[in-house]
């Protein structure tokens, strides 16, 4: 039998995956964070992701997070430890 996962809730900024840590001084690809964001996903092929501040995980709903690009948020999902990989819910802006 196996273990149902529980919905969970996460906190963080919506990065992406050549930038995981939220820091886009490096790649500075549009004067703000957001639009950094959305010239890696663009021209890098990058995937969307949540950093916490420690832990960076990957979401599997890629649409929805464009709109919440360099921004802080909070994430409703199942998270798969073993993938690092949150099965998205809902995204909303944080309080």
Known sequence: ????????????TITDDECPGADHS????GPTDAECVLACIRAHDASYVLYDG???YEL???EKPKE????????TGTLDG???TI????ITAAR
């Open 60 to 62: 599997s709903d890629q």
């Open 54 to 56: 420690k832990d960076v």
């Open 1 to 12: 039998m196996f273990a149902t996962q529980s919905r969970q809730t996460f906190s963080g």
């Open 82 to 84: 073993k993938t690092k």
């Open 26 to 29: 490096g790649m500075r690809m």
């Open 87 to 90: 099965q998205v819910n809902s």
């Open 68 to 75: 919440f690009a360099g921004k802080r948020v909070t994430v």
